[in-house]
T-cell receptor, first 115, second 112 residues
Framework: SQTIHQWPATLVQPVGSPLSLECTVEGTSNPNLYWYRQAAGRGLQLLFYSVGIGQISSEVPQNLSASRPQDRQFILSSKKLLLSDSGFYLC??????????????FGSGTRLTVV | SQQGEEDPQALSIQEGENATMNCSYKTSINNLQWYRQNSGRGLVHLILIRSNEREKHSGRLRVTLDTSKKSSSLLITASRAADTASYFCATDQIQGAQKLVFGQGTRLTINP
């Protein structure tokens, strides 16, 4: 069966420090992968998505970047965190290769607090 | 940008009552999806309705879609305390790449 792993679950980082959040998917090949951010009490904002290795699309210009070094690995990074980067970060996947009409499977999220 | 707008933002009902949440969107879609999020957790997919469908059922859930009004509703019948959560609608738009755009959500509280 397919599973998605996201870590760490919580993170407290000082302003100006780097960030690396990792998401991996098991049990499927060539998935579409997504990074969302959720501010407290709000909806989800799409940050990045990827349809294949090395293929990254950015939705929101910001202090963050994403990479997909392997088919089932998606990494969210920052060189220098800002206070405004605080939030709940969620990774998600769906079958790729143009498959439509699938529900997204989300990871359990990372709560990032920048202090 | 946020595509879906949900109404109400918060809803509090008694256990056993029905809960209805509404979602409106702006652009043409391939499908509309509803998700549930328990506090501090990831989102769980509930149901997907395609643009050529008008109504769909799954257990105690009933979803309707009116593409002419660009709106959808989620009905939870015979609510239970365990239904307490935030509910989000999300749209897969026809234009552009395959990605979901989420609304702001409805916070549902079921009182025992």
């Amino acid at each position: 069966s397919q599973t998605i792993h996201q870590w760490p679950a919580t993170l407290v980082q000082p302003v100006g420090s780097p960030l690396s959040l990792e998401c991996t998917v098991e049990g499927t090949s060539n998935p579409n992968l997504y990074w969302y951010r959720q501010a407290a009490g709000r909806g989800l904002q799409l940050l990045f998505y990827s349809v294949g290795i090395g293929q990254i699309s950015s939705e929101v210009p910001q202090n963050l970047s994403a990479s997909r070094p392997q088919d089932r690995q998606f990494i969210l990074s920052s060189k220098k965190l800002l206070l405004s980067d605080s939030g709940f970060y969620l990774c998600a996947w769906i079958p790729g290769q143009g498959a439509r009409h699938y529900g997204y499977t989300f990871g359990s999220g990372t709560r990032l607090t920048v202090v | 940008s946020q595509q879906g707008e949900e109404d109400p933002q918060a809803l509090s009902i008694q256990e056993g009552e029905n809960a209805t949440m509404n979602c409106s969107y702006k652009t043409s879609i391939n499908n509309l999806q509803w998700y549930r999020q328990n506090s501090g957790r990831g989102l769980v997919h509930l149901i997907l309705i395609r643009s050529n469908e008008r109504e769909k059922h799954s257990g105690r859930l009933r979803v309707t879609l009116d593409t002419s009004k660009k709106s959808s509703s989620l009905l939870i019948t015979a609510s239970r305390a365990a239904d307490t959560a935030s509910y989000f609608c999300a749209t897969d738009q026809i234009q552009g790449a395959q990605k979901l755009v989420f609304g702001q959500g409805t916070r549902l509280t079921i009182n025992p």
